[in-house]
Nanobody
Framework: QMQLLESGGGSVQNGGSLRLSCAFSGYRLFVCIDAMGWYRQAPGKEREFVSSITINNTASYADSVLGRVTISQDNAKKTLYLQMNNLKPEDTAMYYC???????????????WGRGTQVTVSS
């Protein structure tokens, strides 16, 4: 029942910025989330970790984007964000958000993914 919808992707030039958003469905399920994150996948490559954030606002970043991106969340809007600055051509990929639910009981455990939003950075 968990649904995630990414937006904010697009085409920018080298050095440009984008802010990706991931909207989560249902307050009842949103409060079950233990962690949220962003991954990306370029053609011919495996999906790779970009950033994650826990319910305690502990953020992690891949070395490839460290210092250039910031992950954040807005609980009131049930939305996850990824601010990306100084984008490079190697950042070109489909970006996916996800959520992780580990607690059992009233919450559906598992890892849930959105369909992705495309980011293209040109020289």
């Amino acid at each position: 029942q968990m649904q995630l919808l990414e937006s904010g992707g697009g085409s920018v030039q080298n050095g440009g910025s984008l802010r990706l958003s991931c909207a989560f469905s249902g307050y009842r399920l949103f409060v079950c989330i233990d962690a949220m994150g962003w991954y990306r996948q370029a053609p011919g490559k495996e999906r790779e970790f970009v950033s994650s954030i826990t319910i305690n606002n502990t953020a992690s970043y891949a070395d490839s984007v460290l210092g250039r991106v910031t992950i954040s969340q807005d609980n009131a809007k049930k939305t996850l964000y990824l601010q990306m600055n100084n984008l490079k051509p190697e950042d070109t990929a489909m970006y996916y958000c996800n959520s992780v639910i580990t607690r059992a009981g009233v919450c559906p455990t598992g890892v849930f993914w959105g369909r992705g939003t495309q980011v293209t950075v040109s020289s």
